[in-house]
């Protein structure tokens, strides 16, 4: 990406990916440069099903760079995705942007279209109870969540707040 000036302000070197399928492409290690630091993050890009809204269009770059227009899920889908991951993995990460979600966008979150989304994407988790797995997930997370997220977001929650916030939310966002 460049500023206004031509001049370049962020890098990536994606590298191989870790996985190539028709399910999806997935790279472990892209390296990012910027001009206060760079890192390493993992990014993932799923065919394994279809959005179920449409996505909104979100202006991003200033001031860092030309403005350009990107496709984002709603909070909504965003929000029912997450609760999907939660059922199937373990990932920080996943508790991270829910409990995000919940403490700072939770007032204009509209819960009937999470629990409608939700359903529609636990059709891809075997039955049973999804709550109970979600809750078990986020118990398991306390280790990893604890070593790597305030790393990342030192503003984020800590994660007896972030598994609060979750957990208490839970009966209102699930189907």
Do not use: C, W
């Not at 204009?108 to 636990?122: C, E, G, P, S, Y």
């Not at 604890?146 to 030192?154: R, S, Y």
């Amino acid at each position: 990406m460049r500023r206004a000036g031509d001049e370049a302000v962020l890098r990536f070197d994606p590298g191989v990916p870790k996985t190539n399928t028709k399910e999806s492409l997935d790279f472990d290690r892209v390296r990012f440069n910027t001009a206060h630091g760079g890192g390493l993050l993992a990014v993932e890009v799923s065919y394994r099903e279809a959005v179920v809204e449409e996505p909104q269009s979100v202006s991003i770059g200033p001031p860092y760079y030309e403005p350009f227009q990107i496709p984002v899920l709603t909070l909504e889908e965003t929000t029912a995705e997450k609760l999907r991951t939660l059922t199937q993995r373990r990932r920080a990460s996943d508790l991270a942007h829910l409990a995000l979600i919940i403490g700072a966008h939770g007032g204009q979150l509209d819960r009937a279209r999470v629990r409608a989304l939700a359903a529609v994407k636990f059709q891809l988790v075997k039955q049973g109870d999804r709550r109970a797995r979600i809750e078990s997930n986020v118990e398991a997370l306390r280790g990893e969540y604890e070593a790597t997220v305030p790393g990342l977001d030192p503003e984020a929650a800590a994660y007896g707040e972030a598994k609060a916030s979750l957990l208490s939310a839970l009966p209102d966002l699930l189907p």
